[in-house]
């Protein structure tokens, strides 16, 4: 088991979450991973990370499948324009690569916005520190597991 999978199961356990990992083969877009799990494309919680222009940190926005970040939307919540996160910064504070940035179970705290067409279902699914792994987890424990400020930031 990977460095980072380890680290989100150990994040789960501590919150008293008994983790469901599963592998899924490559997907490459939320809806491969919706189809992968069976669940609604919504239901996919994708982890987009920007980069603070002034704090030169990472920046996390969880949101649903099918809803794209409004940048407007994200700099203003922010308090600062965003730009392009690249790996190298995304690995640095999250310790997970592209494609795999779980909600739980980074290196450095981060901070979060949390869309809230998330909360409207019981069950949603997220990446598990890899970008072949997901896990399913009731919804409403992401704010107190992330400590994400709900917003709206979609287009």
Same mark, same amino acid.
């Given at each position: 088991?990977? $460095?980072?999978? $380890? ?10 979450? #008994? ?5 899924? !083969? ?25 980069? =603070? ?9 969880? #949101? /649903? !499948? =099918? ?16 730009? $392009? ?8 504070? #999250?310790?997970?690569?592209? !494609?795999?940035?779980?909600?739980? =179970? ?20 997220? /990446? ?15 704010? =107190? ?11």
């Amino acid at each position: 088991m990977s $460095k980072s999978l $380890k680290r989100v199961r150990a994040a789960l356990e501590a919150a008293g979450i #008994t983790p469901d990992i599963r592998e899924l !083969g490559q997907t490459r877009t939320a809806q491969e991973a919706a189809t992968a799990v069976g669940c609604d494309l919504d239901q996919i919680a994708k982890s987009i990370v920007f980069r =603070g222009e002034e704090s030169n940190s990472a920046i996390l926005f969880l #949101t /649903a !499948g =099918g809803n794209r970040v409004s940048d407007e939307k994200a700099s203003a919540l922010a308090g600062e324009p965003l730009g $392009k996160a690249d790996a190298a910064l995304i690995r640095a504070q #999250t310790g997970f690569a592209i !494609g795999g940035v779980a909600p739980v =179970g980074h290196l450095s705290p981060i901070r979060t916005f949390l869309d809230p067409r998330l909360l409207e279902f019981d069950t949603v699914w997220a /990446a598990a520190g890899t970008p072949r792994h997901v896990f399913p987890l009731d919804a409403h424990a992401l704010p =107190g597991l992330t400590g994400a400020e709900t917003a709206d930031f979609t287009q």
